[in-house]
Nanobody, 124 residues
Framework: QVQLVETGGGLVQTGGSLRLSCAAS????????MGWFRQASGKEREFVAA????????YYAESVKGRFTISRDIAKNTVYLQMNSLKPEDTAVYYC?????????????????WGQGTQVTVSS
C-alpha cells in the first residue's frame, strides 16, 4: 500500500521558516514526479511546487517563487518543501502528492497518490 506522510507543519510567525517533509512508503518514487499543494480554509486546493523524477527540474507557483524550495532525497524516498519568509496568506493544509510519471505537472488530477496533509499556520 502506497503511503505519503507529511510532517513538519506547525505555527510560525510572519517572516519565519518551516521545512515540510514527505516520506513515501509502499512504492519507490525515485522516478516519480512529486508535488506540494495547499488548501486554505474555504478555498480550493492549489499547486505550490513540483519536482521531476530526477530532481533536475522544479516548478513553483508565482505566489511562493523565491521563498519556497522543493527538493528530494531519492535514497530516503523523501521530498521536502523549505518555506522561508512565510506570510499569513501561506496558512493552509499542505499536501504532498506523487505521480507515476517522471514529468512534473501543476494540475491536481495528474497526481496519483496523496498524503493526508499537514497544517501550516502563519500568525501576523
Amino acid at each position: 500500500q502506497v503511503q505519503l506522510v507529511e510532517t513538519g507543519g506547525g505555527l510560525v510567525q510572519t517572516g519565519g521558516s518551516l521545512r515540510l517533509s514527505c516520506a513515501a512508503s509502499g512504492r519507490t518514487f525515485s522516478r516519480s514526479a512529486m508535488g506540494w499543494f495547499r488548501q486554505a480554509s474555504g478555498k480550493e486546493r492549489e499547486f505550490v511546487a513540483a519536482i521531476s523524477g530526477s530532481g533536475r527540474f522544479t516548478y513553483y507557483a508565482e505566489s511562493v517563487k523565491g521563498r519556497f524550495t522543493i527538493s528530494r532525497d531519492i535514497a530516503k524516498n523523501t521530498v521536502y518543501l523549505q518555506m522561508n519568509s512565510l506570510k499569513p496568506e501561506d496558512t493552509a493544509v499542505y499536501y504532498c502528492a506523487g505521480r507515476r510519471s517522471v514529468v512534473t505537472d501543476t494540475r491536481l488530477d495528474e497526481y496519483d497518490y496523496w498524503g493526508q496533509g499537514t497544517q501550516v499556520t502563519v500568525s501576523s
